[in-house]
């Protein structure tokens, strides 16, 4: 049974730092793509940033790029987001997710397979 497991969110002021982590069990992701979203009250999932199978590939949500990086430990099976200079704006439930067709950069929620619970994220101004 494949099990997606986040944890690192929390309440931050605005600029601050936080360090997302995504683990993954049940099967290894290592040859697929892996991805973050995230979710604010009323408002639909939207992308933030997803990494190819091997970790050489990147690519980032207009609004978060140059404050956050995607990262993977395919030996570890994990995925990472870190996020800096954190405005209020980016206060949401954040959720990572897997693939298992793609190995590129897919941005779409239906590219997904697999996703985790989610967890909070809160900026405070």
């Known amino acids: 049974q494949v099990q997606l497991v986040e944890s690192g969110g929390g309440l931050v002021q605005a600029g601050g730092s936080l360090r997302l982590s995504c683990a993954a069990s049940g099967r290894t992701f290592s040859n697929y793509a892996m991805g973050w979203f995230r979710q604010a009250p009323g408002k639909e999932r939207e992308f933030v940033a997803t990494?190819?199978?091997?970790?050489?590939?990147?690519y980032y949500a207009d609004a978060v790029k140059g404050r956050f990086t995607i990262s993977r430990d395919n030996a570890e099976n994990t995925v990472i987001l870190q996020m800096n200079s954190l405005k209020p704006e980016d206060t949401a439930v954040y959720y990572c997710?897997?693939?298992?067709?793609?190995?590129?950069?897919?941005?779409?929620?239906?590219?997904?397979?697999?996703w985790g619970q989610g967890t909070q994220v809160t900026v405070s101004s």
């Open positions: 990494i190819n199978w091997s970790g050489s590939s990147t």
């Open positions: 997710a897997v693939t298992n067709f793609s190995r590129g950069t897919p941005k779409l929620k239906i590219e997904y397979r697999y």
